[in-house]
C-alpha cells in the first residue's frame, strides 16, 4: 500500500493555471501507473489523466485533451498534473490514484488514493 498526498490545488480565475501535484510515500512508486480523477460537486467521479510507471504513455479524459498535462519524476516520486485553460466546469475535488499495473480509466481498478485537493474555477 502506497500512501498519497495531493496538493496544489486552490482557487483560480477562468483562464488560469495550476500544478497538482501528488507524492507519494515510497520509492517503490515507479512500479505505479498514477491516474488522476476529479469529483464535481454534485457528480460522479471521472478519468482525467493516466500514465504509466516510467512516464512514457499517457492518456487524457476528453476534458483534458489539450489543456492538461501529467507527468511524473520517479526520482522524487511525484506525479504533477498541468491545468491551463480552465473553465468553471474544471471545479472540483481532484483526486490521484495508483495502482501496480498499467494505467486504467475506471477508478474502481485503483487501490490506493489520495485525500484529494479542492480546486475552483471563478468565472
Known amino acids: 500500500q502506497v500512501q498519497l498526498l495531493e496538493s496544489g490545488g486552490g482557487v483560480v480565475e477562468a483562464g488560469g493555471s495550476l500544478r497538482l501535484s501528488c507524492e507519494a510515500s515510497?520509492?517503490?512508486?515507479?512500479?505505479?501507473?498514477v491516474a488522476w480523477f476529479r469529483q464535481p460537486p454534485g457528480k460522479e467521479r471521472e478519468f482525467v489523466a493516466a500514465?504509466?510507471?516510467?512516464?512514457?504513455?499517457?492518456d487524457y479524459g476528453d476534458s483534458a485533451k489539450g489543456r492538461f498535462t501529467i507527468s511524473r519524476d520517479n526520482a522524487k516520486n511525484t506525479v504533477a498534473l498541468q491545468m491551463r485553460s480552465l473553465k468553471s466546469e474544471d471545479t472540483a475535488i481532484y483526486y490521484c490514484?495508483?495502482?501496480?499495473?498499467?494505467?486504467?480509466?475506471?477508478?474502481?481498478?485503483?487501490?490506493?488514493w489520495g485525500q484529494g485537493t479542492q480546486v475552483t474555477v471563478s468565472s
Open positions: 500514465i504509466n510507471w516510467s512516464g512514457a504513455s499517457t
Open positions: 515510497e520509492s517503490t512508486f515507479n512500479r505505479y501507473a
Open positions: 490514484a495508483a495502482r501496480k499495473a498499467p494505467p486504467r480509466r475506471e477508478w474502481s481498478f485503483y487501490d490506493n
